[in-house]
């Protein structure tokens, strides 16, 4: 049988052994990937990924299995313990699979891998590395994607997702003698291989910074101070924030401090966030939800007022709050600021490159080490600074904002700018 008939006969079984709804997923990748490590490519290789996600909703009661084999005796197995694991579950009236939409069928980039074009991108990297940045020690691929995604259900939803692209990564650090740097990486999802691997996101920076930081220095004392985060940071920042204030669990347990703060000004009023699937210029960009929705895009933040929670089916109809038909291709606005400008300004802080830390605390308390980071003094970078300290509150943060760059780096899964924050605890 095909996958679609797999998909339709599981639906079908599940209902005549007594499930009320059926939900089920399906997501066949083939990958094709060309590796290298330090100065040669050493390995091409192919391989497929498939998994198959079903769910069971009866008597208000909800349950999930997930596959990676399609036979029949596998299939059968998991009808039953997925029936069983819904009797035995805890009823909940919010439960629900999408309801009938338009069937549709959606197609996306380059679906045969450029073979001579990935090898030409490294060999290009392999040599610049030998001869700009000799301390360079790095490794990664390039790896082409195609995946079919197909979702089902038994209210007669029926969606297929084709898409392709490219993934460059890239993990690195530097040695001379005994002196060695933190590790660092890199990555770029793209519809395309027009770009060189120094070209990807931040690499260029970010490699010259690993090869700076084999010359780190102790930051002079503790202080309270200012902040500039890279691309990369502003995203794994704001994705906490969401993660943690904005989500099901967070609003639906009311222990949310955005909890009631739709509509209200919660940040500084330069900042404007959305997530938008449908965005033509992000290769992860999707045009369905895992839950079987046609994607949206949605404002999350603008002009620093909360615009919406983003909550999923079973969160909007748990709360009665509407539900976020997005999720992930975060887009923050660029501002009007120069970075060498945000630099300026700066009376004595740091530029954080990477961040190491824990999930923050119910309040947005953080606290965290700053990697691969430099320190800031009236206005002009000193030095490469050793693993420093950093704390603070996220809300706090994306309050006290002194500058948004013009310049945007966009990693084919977001799109961020520079951002400059004060009121942070810098500790030696």
């Not at 066949?28 to 390995?43: A, V």
């Not at 930081?213 to 202080?223: A, D, H, M, N, V």
């Not at 960009?285 to 895009?297: A, L």
């Not at 990693?411 to 700018?417: Q, R």
Request: charged residues 25%; hydrophobic residues 35%.
């Amino acid at each position: 049988m095909s996958t679609k008939e797999i998909m339709q006969y599981i639906i079908s079984k599940l209902l005549e052994k007594g499930a009320d709804k059926v939900a089920v997923s399906s997501s066949i990748s083939n990958l094709e990937e060309l590796q290298f490590d330090c100065n040669e490519i050493d390995l091409l290789r192919g391989y497929d990924e498939n998994n198959l996600v079903i769910k069971v909703i009866k008597d208000n009661k909800a349950a999930s299995i997930s596959l990676n084999q399609m036979n029949e005796d596998v299939i059968e197995t998991a009808l039953d313990q997925v029936l069983a694991d819904a009797e035995n579950s805890q009823p909940d009236e919010a439960y629900d699979i999408s309801p009938k939409q338009d069937a549709g069928s959606f197609s996306m980039g380059p679906l045969e891998p450029d073979r001579d074009r990935m090898y030409f991108l490294i060999d290009e990297f392999l040599t610049e590395r030998k001869q700009n940045y000799p301390a360079l020690n790095a490794e990664g691929n390039i790896m082409h994607y195609r995946s079919r995604e197909r979702y089902f259900n038994s209210n007669g939803v029926d969606f297929e997702e084709i898409q392709g692209g490219y993934i460059y990564s890239l993990m690195f650090s530097s040695r001379i003698g005994k002196k060695v740097s933190s590790f660092n990486h890199s990555y770029g999802l793209y519809l395309d291989l027009d770009r060189s691997f120094l070209d990807v996101g931040m690499t260029k920076d970010l490699i010259e910074q690993s090869v700076a930081s084999l010359e780190c220095q102790s930051i002079p004392e503790t202080f309270e101070g200012d902040v500039i985060l890279v691309p990369g940071l502003v995203r794994e920042f704001f994705g906490s924030l969401i993660g943690h204030q904005l989500s099901d669990h967070a609003i639906i347990s009311g222990n949310s401090i955005l909890k009631g703060k739709k509509g209200e000004k919660v940040l500084h009023e330069s900042i404007n966030l959305c997530s938008d699937p449908l965005a033509k210029d992000l290769a992860e960009s999707y045009f369905v939800t895992s839950e079987g929705f046609r994607s949206e895009k949605v404002e999350i933040f603008k002009a620093g007022v909360l615009q919406n929670y983003m909550l999923s089916y079973f969160g909007s109809r748990k709360t009665g709050l509407p539900m976020s038909k997005a999720g992930g291709c975060l887009i923050m606005q660029p501002g009007e600021d120069k970075l060498k400008d945000m630099i300026k300004n700066v009376k004595k802080g740091l530029i954080v490159v990477r961040f190491s830390g824990g999930n923050p605390s119910i309040n947005g308390d953080f606290s965290g080490v700053a990697k691969n980071s430099y320190y800031i003094e009236d206005g002009e970078i000193k030095y490469p600074v050793n693993e420093t300290m950093i704390s603070g509150n996220l809300l706090q943060l994306f309050n006290n904002v002194n500058g948004i760059s013009d310049e945007i780096i966009n990693n084919g899964d977001c799109k961020m700018p520079w951002l400059s924050c004060s009121a942070v605890t810098i500790s030696k």
